[in-house]
């Protein structure tokens, strides 16, 4: 299985450094406004190598460069890196975890202030994914009390849902914030027990990582009554990662995430609706040759953002493709 195409200096991916990403003060240079002038590429708001953010961002970025607006994937860290970039005018669309986006919009933690972020669509369904060696004894999430976690990459998705999974389970791990490379790379030389990844299945890093050290995914789905009674029954779903991913003998139950493809108010209606627009047309062109996973690029689907509004430009496009 091979990289993200997002990486590639063919896709033109850019890395943003922490420091403008989570500072603020360099963002608002990043954009004059959300929509650049007609030979500048919009900046879509990726997350790190090896996961389904760049994967879906380099396919997005791929359909949309001869049909407009051109796309230029942006590495992050995740799912909260992206909702600031957005929101404060470092990339004009970018996917998130839709109980990062709630929180953003309500100001909640780890925000200390409401972000005005619009959906373009619901794109796709994330999988919480917490791997463990396959030769450890861990069976479950209480089996890795008080040992080496990982949570998720700073300024991801992953890392808040992480710490909402370990609040309503009662359990108290060695909680670490390690990017994706880092806690494969980790897990396979024992300086972790576990890591948490939210994601599409199978993960391109997650599955080279299975195919060199034998992994086992930990059951999650005990845990989702929790979940929804302390958080809301809007983000949170029970999924299945599908039997043979990773080399799992039958399916693992799970907690799912919706993902969404978000925008600032601010984003010209003509710019979302083109966006919109392609997660239609060319929907078969958006999901990863090596997905397994339940894929939602369809029209009730991506309609179905929950309590996060449509940007008005994508509501528009909707209504014209469908009625």
């Known amino acids: 299985m091979t990289g993200p195409r997002a990486a590639s200096p063919g896709d033109a991916a850019t890395r943003l450094p922490r420091r403008a990403v989570l500072g603020g003060l360099g963002l608002l240079g990043l954009l004059a406004a959300c929509s650049p002038g007609p030979d500048a590429a919009l900046p879509l708001a990726a997350g790190e190598p090896g996961g389904f953010y760049a994967e879906f961002s380099a396919l997005l970025a791929g359909v949309a460069a001869p049909a407009g607006p051109a796309l230029r994937p942006v590495v992050t860290g995740g799912s909260r890196d992206n909702a600031v970039l957005v929101a404060r005018g470092g990339a004009a ?21 409401p972000l005005e972020l619009r959906a373009i669509g619901r794109v796709y369904e994330n999988y919480l994914q917490l791997a ?82 034998a992994i086992r995914l930990l059951p999650l789905a005990e845990h989702l009554p929790a979940l929804r009674a302390r958080f809301g029954t809007g983000p949170y779903t029970a ?58 690029l369809d029209q009730p689907a991506l309609v179905d953002t929950g309590d996060v509004p449509l940007h008005p430009g994508a509501a528009a496009a909707y209504r014209e493709l469908h009625g």
């Open 132 to 213: 463990v060696r396959a030769d450890t004894p861990f069976t479950r999430l209480a089996d890795l009390a008080d040992r080496p976690v990982s949570l998720g990459a700073p300024g991801s998705g992953a890392a808040l849902t992480g710490a909402r999974l370990l609040a309503v389970s009662g359990t108290r791990v060695r909680a670490r914030e390690l990017d994706l490379a880092t806690a494969t790379a980790s897990l396979a030389d024992g300086r972790i027990d576990g890591f948490l990844w939210s994601g599409g299945v199978p993960t391109p890093a997650v599955g080279e990582l299975a195919a060199r050290r």
């Open 93 to 113: 669309v970018g996917l998130a975890l839709t109980d990062l986006v709630l929180a953003a919009r309500a100001g909640a933690a780890p925000f200390t202030a």
């Open 239 to 296: 999924a299945a990662v599908p039997a043979g991913a990773y080399g799992a003998p039958g399916p693992v139950a799970t907690v799912g995430v919706a993902n969404l493809l978000v925008a600032a108010p601010r984003l010209p209606d003509a710019d979302a609706g083109a966006v919109a627009r392609l997660l239609v047309e060319r929907a078969p062109d958006l999901v990863p040759a090596s997905a397994l996973g339940t894929q939602y």
